[in-house]
């Protein structure tokens, strides 16, 4: 029986490109990132998948995403489930503001605390640790049951709504998680067994 997740990063938005903390705010793709998602679809579809089933945030820059690479799937339209578990890490007082000017604010050490450590959250926002508090259970209790019935199971997501999965699935600390890049746009595949343990990975470089 096939059990396949697939996590996918939106491509690169609007924000990201001006180096601000996003969180929560709602910027759409830039052309760069519309270009990521469309490669992602197709780098999928060279490999033969049909989903049966999607989930995405409640953001924008997810949602297009996800439009996009369906597009290229040939599978505009497919069931989507929408929900702000798998939102992006909510950065509380930071968001909009330029991460050098945060960095010029608060100083160095103290901004690289709150993007780098697992369990501080900055003024307002969440850590790492509150993310993977809610993602985590919809990922137990909506998501991975779906996986485990068999078939494909596409997710576009956010850089740290995904960490708190990888982190999970992979079985990984909190303290690794922080460090690991997850890159706009290039999926992530993985084959899982009947108990959802990880079988195999591999990310479409």
Known sequence: MQRTLVLVRHGQSEWNMKNLFTGWADPDLTEQGIKEAIRAGKQLAELGFKFDLAYTSELVRAHHTLELMLKELGQSGLDT????????????????LNKDDARKKWGEEQVHIWRRSYDTPPPGGESLKDTAERVLPYYENVIKPRVLEGGQILVSAHGNSLRALVMSLEGLSGEAIVGMEIATGVPIIYELDEKGGVVSKKVLD
């Open 81 to 96: 489930k929408y929900d702000l578990a798998l939102n992006e890490r909510n950065y509380g007082d930071l968001i909009g």
